[in-house]
């Protein structure tokens, strides 16, 4: 079957489950629209389902996932001409919403459970995604190497991430009161089911309110402001690519939307130069170049 063909050959290719769904529904709404196998299109059916996403104002980033879709599929067949009437969707990137570090204090400061202190510290302290927070289990905490271990991130990668002081010691005691087996952060309805996304999202939004930060925000707002922190820190863009688990450091060049004020800060190279003799000119004919 077409669809298990394609399953199998990105299995291969080592891309995450995420992804897969995401591909084999925008093969299927294609079929859908056009009530046809994709292998009976024409580059002109591709042209035209683009256009009615278009009109459809379907945003940049749904566009860019259908044409990776088509692109993938029509690869293994050896028809990437299918896609030659559509440029690449451009997305845009939008300036990402940042918490100040005395936002991240007093948010972190208006968690009233200790599960509450412990997931929001965890990402912002570690910059994971919520993804890799659900399925951390409680072995893939390392105290004695100050690494929390990321089994597979987006992309299907692991990687190490950073484990503060602080949140080890919010860890341990979390260990102690609840004791999980498996899961580190575990549903109400068993200690074997990770705790749901909905959840911590809820709580995320409640404790906002509390700590009345009016602008936008979701939980992915704290791995923003975790890159965003380390950049004005000084610290390369490089490692910071390597702590959030990006394969390309593009995705990492949107934390260089520093503040104005920022920049501001920032010391001129002309400071470092000595001995340079800046006069006041004394009378008119010293302004301006000479050009005789």
Do not use: W
Request: hydrophobic letters at 40%; aromatic letters at 12%; proline letters at 3%.
């Amino acid at each position: 079957m077409l669809k298990d063909k394609m399953v199998s050959d990105m299995i291969v290719h080592g891309y995450a489950k995420k992804t897969i769904r995401s591909y084999t529904m925008c093969m299927s709404r294609l079929a859908r629209y056009f009530q046809k196998s994709p292998l009976d299109l024409q580059p002109i059916d591709i042209y035209n389902f683009f256009l009615n996403l278009r009109h459809s104002k379907k945003a940049d980033s749904s566009l860019v996932i259908f044409y990776s879709a088509f692109l993938f599929f029509y690869s293994i067949l050896n028809r990437k001409d299918m896609l030659e009437l559509v440029p690449f969707p451009k997305r845009k990137r939008k300036v990402v919403a940042v918490f100040s570090q005395t936002e991240v204090k007093n948010f972190l400061g208006n968690c009233n459970s200790v599960c509450e202190k412990n997931i929001f510290t965890l990402l912002y302290s570690s910059g994971i995604r919520i993804g890799e927070v659900l399925n951390l289990q409680v072995n893939d905490i390392d105290f004695e190497r100050k690494a929390i271990y990321i089994r597979s991130g987006k992309g299907g990668h692991g990687r190490y991430a950073i484990l503060a002081d602080k949140t080890s010691s919010l860890l341990k005691q979390y260990l102690e009161i609840y004791n999980p087996k498996s899961y580190l952060f575990f549903s109400q309805k068993g200690k074997n089911i990770p705790i749901s996304p909905r959840t911590i999202q809820a709580a995320f939004q409640k404790i906002r309110n509390l700590s009345k930060i009016q602008k936008y925000a979701t939980v992915h707002t704290l791995r923003h402001s975790f890159a965003t922190h380390l950049l004005e820190d000084g610290y390369s863009l490089v490692y910071i690519q390597k702590l959030l688990g990006h394969a390309d450091i593009k995705s990492t060049m949107i934390y260089l939307h520093v503040s104005p004020d920022s920049l501001l800060q920032i010391t001129s190279p002309l400071e470092k130069i000595g001995n340079i003799r800046l006069g006041i000119f004394e009378n008119q004919n010293q302004y301006g170049f000479q050009f005789r």
